[in-house]
């Protein structure tokens, strides 16, 4: 079978911005299949007021043979909610060797329960992922806008093209020339 599904795991108010280069792109111009998952599957409203329909709710997904890839916006519920039941959804992907993709608020989610302790990662601030209790991760922790290894990619808030760029580059939507020219025209802008 192929791996041609995408998932954008959507929370409560969580930052429409963040993966909309990655959706638009993946869903339009590309064989993938973009679709949402949640802890239920009742529409979750963004940051800017989005109302979006949920595909699946972590409940009733199965079909881990086609997923490719879990995209987890930020958002302002990553630092207030546990979600033990994202928790357990993200250890069955890291199992499955599927690539995790977060930003913003998620790389905290992700930090404070132990995913990035073994890999290179970033996210908004050194100082925020070691106020999370029992991160152990710091030596890996990267400066940086976006950071892969070890079957995730981590971004900072501001890193949303650059979150893009390395997700199109994993999932190979198009030509490495092609991927390249798109970098440069949406990180410094097509008229210059």
Same mark, same amino acid.
């Given at each position: @079978?192929?791996?041609?599904?995408?998932?954008?795991?959507?929370?409560?108010?969580?930052?429409?911005?963040?993966?909309?280069?990655?959706?638009?792109?993946?869903?339009? /111009?590309?064989?993938?299949?973009?679709?949402?998952? !949640?802890?239920?599957?009742?529409?979750?409203?963004? @940051?800017?007021?989005?109302?979006?329909?949920?595909?699946?709710?972590?409940?009733?997904?199965?079909?881990?043979?086609?997923?490719?890839?879990?995209?987890?916006?930020?958002? &302002?519920?990553?630092?207030?909610?546990?979600?033990?039941?994202?928790?357990? /959804?993200?250890?069955? &992907?890291?199992?499955?060797?599927?690539?995790? #993709?977060?930003?913003?608020? #998620?790389?905290? /989610?992700?930090?404070?329960?132990? =995913?990035?302790?073994?890999?290179?990662?970033?996210?908004?601030?050194?100082?925020? /992922?070691?106020?999370?209790?029992?991160?152990?991760? $710091?030596?890996?922790?990267?400066?940086?806008?976006?950071?892969?290894?070890?079957? =995730?990619?981590?971004?900072?808030?501001?890193? !949303?093209? $650059?979150?893009?760029?390395?997700? =199109?580059?994993? &999932?190979?939507?198009?030509?490495?020339?092609? @991927?390249?020219?798109?970098?440069?025209? =949406?990180?410094?802008? !097509?008229?210059?």
């Amino acid at each position: @079978m192929i791996k041609n599904e995408i998932l954008v795991l959507l929370t409560h108010q969580w930052c429409d911005w963040e993966a909309s280069y990655v959706i638009a792109v993946v869903n339009s /111009f590309s064989d993938y299949v973009v679709k949402t998952i !949640a802890i239920d599957d009742l529409p979750k409203i963004s @940051m800017g007021g989005i109302r979006a329909c949920i595909d699946y709710s972590l409940e009733n997904y199965h079909t881990y043979e086609k997923l490719a890839m879990v995209i987890l916006p930020g958002g &302002l519920s990553w630092e207030e909610n546990d979600y033990d039941e994202i928790k357990g /959804f993200v250890k069955v &992907l890291k199992e499955k060797n599927i690539s995790i #993709a977060a930003i913003c608020g #998620a790389t905290y /989610f992700l930090c404070k329960h132990g =995913f990035l302790d073994c890999v290179k990662h970033t996210g908004d601030s050194l100082d925020l /992922f070691k106020s999370a209790k029992g991160y152990k991760g $710091e030596d890996l922790y990267v400066s940086a806008q976006v950071v892969v290894d070890g079957g =995730f990619i981590t971004a900072n808030e501001t890193a !949303a093209v $650059e979150f893009a760029y390395e997700i =199109f580059k994993i &999932l190979k939507v198009d030509s490495e020339e092609e @991927m390249s020219q798109w970098f440069d025209n =949406f990180k410094n802008g !097509a008229i210059r």
